[in-house]
């Protein structure tokens, strides 16, 4: 049976600038390199990539009244996203981000929110009537809106995931109601709790740390080519990767995070066996460049997992 996700979050034209190296300040490089306008936003990567993974899903954002408005909200038509929610902005640009890929595949990323900032409390309480059986967010929205979100998932006994991304210095987990999934990255986990993930027992510390900060059932930590870690309050765990070549990683954190709630929902909450399946989709989503563009679908993941063992 489908489930249906709620994705609430941002919608963005990417801008990416693919090179071997970027210039330091003061410098000028004349780069061997690409660049390229890509629909993405975390908001719309999670959307996107749980529809190509089976799952019903309902987008709540907002794009500008311009050209990338309408080109995205084709993008999430193309792919069977309930639109109901997709508010086009009248005053606002649609956000953009400007994305830039070093060799070896890793990136750096500069978001201007636009339209993304007035996704306002009328929308995300309109999008919970459609009864989600889970919700997700991001950070790359307004702190308002996503306790907002959290407030409304706990009203309505449906499980919230917070995906950390676009995470700002000074945030704090405090306003965000019992969460069923935290999952932050490593520069994610360190904003959060100042501890770097970078050992077993610094990833411990992390999760005691964030679950110190507010009500979480499952903290999971996104550790690129480590895989994941799993904390439930409890006990810990470690999901191990999947071993690929990485061209690009934009997009795979928020297909990781879209993944694992979808997983979680479809598979009656077993945590780690969300994560393999996440672990993949990430794995697979790193192997192609762009963020939308890059998202597998759910044929996709399970031949892969079929062909492929974990580290």
């Known amino acids: 049976?489908?489930?249906?996700?709620?994705?609430?979050?941002?919608?963005?034209?990417?801008?990416?600038?693919?090179?071997?190296?970027?210039?330091?300040?003061?410098?000028?490089?004349?780069?061997?390199?690409?660049?390229?306008?890509?629909?993405?936003?975390?908001?719309?990567?999670?959307?996107?990539?749980?529809?190509?993974?089976?799952?019903?899903?309902?987008?709540?954002?907002?794009?500008?009244?311009?050209?990338?408005g309408d080109r995205l909200y084709k993008i999430y038509a193309e792919n069977g996203i309930d639109r109901r929610f997709v508010k086009v902005d009248p005053t606002e640009q649609t956000g953009l981000a400007v994305v830039m890929v070093e060799g070896g595949g890793q990136n750096r990323i500069i978001v201007f929110p636009g339209a993304n900032k007035s996704i306002g409390e009328s929308d995300i309480e309109s999008s919970f009537l459609t009864y989600p059986d889970i919700a997700v967010t991001n950070l790359e929205i307004s702190s308002i809106a996503v306790e907002l979100a959290s407030r409304l998932a706990e009203k309505d006994r449906?499980?919230?995931?917070?995906?950390?991304?676009?995470?700002?210095?000074?945030?704090?987990?405090?306003?965000?109601?019992?969460?069923?999934?935290?999952?932050?990255?490593?520069?994610?986990?360190?904003?959060?709790?100042?501890?770097?993930?970078?050992?077993?027992?610094?990833?411990l510390k992390a999760c005691i740390k964030l679950c110190n900060l507010t009500a979480i059932k499952y903290a999971v930590l996104k550790l690129g080519a480590r895989g994941s870690y799993i904390y439930d309050g409890k006990y810990c765990d470690i999901c191990g990767p999947y071993e690929v070549d990485a061209v690009d990683s934009t997009a795979a954190g928020d297909a990781f995070t879209s993944a694992l709630a979808l997983e979680y929902s479809r598979n009656g909450g077993d945590i780690y066996s969300a994560c393999r399946y996440a672990n993949a989709v990430g794995a697979l989503t790193v192997t192609r460049r762009g963020a939308i563009s890059s998202l597998p679908t759910e044929g996709e993941v399970r031949v892969f997992m079929s062909e492929h063992m974990q580290i």
């Open 1 to 68: 049976m489908s489930k249906r996700v709620l994705v609430i979050g941002s919608a963005n034209i990417d801008f990416v600038l693919s090179a071997d190296k970027f210039p330091v300040a003061g410098e000028t490089i004349i780069a061997d390199g690409t660049y390229s306008y890509i629909p993405g936003g975390k908001g719309a990567n999670a959307a996107v990539a749980a529809a190509r993974l089976g799952g019903e899903v309902v987008f709540c954002t907002r794009v500008g009244d311009d050209a990338y």
């Open 158 to 203: 449906v499980p919230f995931v917070l995906d950390c991304g676009g995470v700002s210095r000074g945030f704090t987990l405090k306003g965000v109601k019992c969460a069923e999934i935290v999952s932050p990255n490593e520069i994610e986990t360190e904003i959060l709790t100042g501890i770097r993930p970078d050992s077993l027992d610094n990833c």
